[in-house]
């Protein structure tokens, strides 16, 4: 699961430094970075464990966008994925 959480990091990355797009532009950009990854996660994921992922994602999508409408000069969590690769494998509860 690490290497696939890993390999969107780049581009989280390059959707954070471009200024060009708008915030919805980015979210979207971002939802579709999820998706190319969604059929991977889903073959080592158990449904649950792929919907607990899934909750942690939009929560910090959540957060990210509280963050914005509070002033925040920058969309950073949904951008930057804000949750350590190794802490969403620890917050899945693999059994």
Do not use: W
Request: net charge positive; aromatic share 2%.
């Amino acid at each position: 699961m690490l290497p696939i959480l890993k390999a969107e990091a780049p581009k989280f990355e390059a959707i954070k430094n471009d200024p060009s797009p708008s915030g919805m532009q980015k979210m979207k950009q971002l939802h579709a970075i999820h998706s190319e990854s969604a059929p991977e996660l889903q073959k080592i994921l158990s449904p649950a464990h792929y919907q607990q992922l899934q909750a942690i994602r939009e929560a910090d999508i959540k957060k990210a966008i509280a963050a914005k409408r509070a002033g925040a000069d920058r969309l950073r969590a949904p951008v930057r994925c804000q949750i350590p690769l190794a802490s969403c494998a620890g917050a899945i509860q693999l059994t």
